[in-house]
């Protein structure tokens, strides 16, 4: 079975710190892995994916992930962070079909 | 820009009363989800439609039903919402059903169920 974990239900940064959100996984197989965002009272948008190829994928907003097989991660990053990045993050995996199983999600909170 | 639509982004209903709520997409994608996300939690899959076919999952309760008359629209009935039916309700939309595709959201329709 595929699951996705994300250990922190919080991460808080000052602006302009580099910022960081944690997602591991667990699926048999070759993993296709996605990171959403979500603000209040809106919809989930899709910041980017893993499919195949170069471990480091570049996505919306500035930021990136880096999938790591052999640690079963995929973390989310952005270098330089900003109050507007503050919201609720998802992290997704799925395998074989449409059926994407989500982590938890991590509230991030950005302070001026 | 090509989009998916909901509405309306609020409703407001009475316990036991139906309720239908739409949803639109200009992406031309052939599958449709609904999904129901209560309290900032992870968003739970009720359905989708692959084209003209709809696809329940196990767990969907009978109350929740699902309309697709044609590629653009897809709607979700509630035939007697209770106020555990209280959530997030999200449309998405992706190419396929392959685990590659991305699922584009809307924006959601918030329930009350008074």
């Known amino acids: 079975a595929q699951s996705v974990a994300q250990p922190e239900d919080q991460v808080n940064v000052a602006e302009g710190n580099p910022l960081t959100v944690k997602c591991t996984y667990s699926?048999?197989?070759?993993?296709?892995l996605f990171w959403y965002v979500q603000y209040p009272n809106r919809g989930l948008q899709f910041l980017l994916k893993?499919?195949?190829?170069?471990?480091l994928v570049k996505g919306s907003y500035g930021f990136e992930a880096e999938f790591n097989k052999s640690q079963t991660s995929f973390h989310l990053k952005k270098p330089s962070a900003l109050v507007s990045d503050s919201a609720l993050y998802f992290c997704?995996?799925?395998?074989?079909?449409?059926?994407?199983?989500f982590g938890a999600g991590t509230t991030v909170t950005v302070r001026a | 820009d090509a989009m998916v639509i909901q509405n309306p982004r609020y409703q407001v209903t009475q316990f036991g009363k139906p309720v239908t709520l739409s949803c639109s997409q200009t992406?031309?994608?052939?599958?449709m989800y609904w999904y129901q996300q209560k309290s900032s939690q992870a968003p739970k899959l009720l359905f989708h439609?692959?084209?003209?076919?709809?696809?329940n999952e196990a767990d969907t309760p009978d109350n929740f039903q699902s309309r697709r008359p044609n590629t653009s629209f897809c709607f979700l009935d509630i035939r007697s919402p209770g106020l555990g039916d209280a959530a997030m309700y999200l449309c998405?939309?992706?190419?396929?059903?392959?685990?590659?595709?991305?699922?584009?959201f809307g924006p959601g329709t918030r329930l009350t169920v008074l």
């Open positions: 998405a939309t992706s190419r396929s059903v392959e685990g590659s595709d991305t699922q584009y």
């Open positions: 439609y692959y084209d003209k076919d709809f696809n």
């Open positions: 997704a995996v799925s395998f074989n079909d449409y059926k994407l199983s």
């Open positions: 992406l031309n994608h052939n599958v």
């Open positions: 893993y499919i195949t190829g170069d471990n």
């Open positions: 699926v048999s197989g070759n993993p296709y």
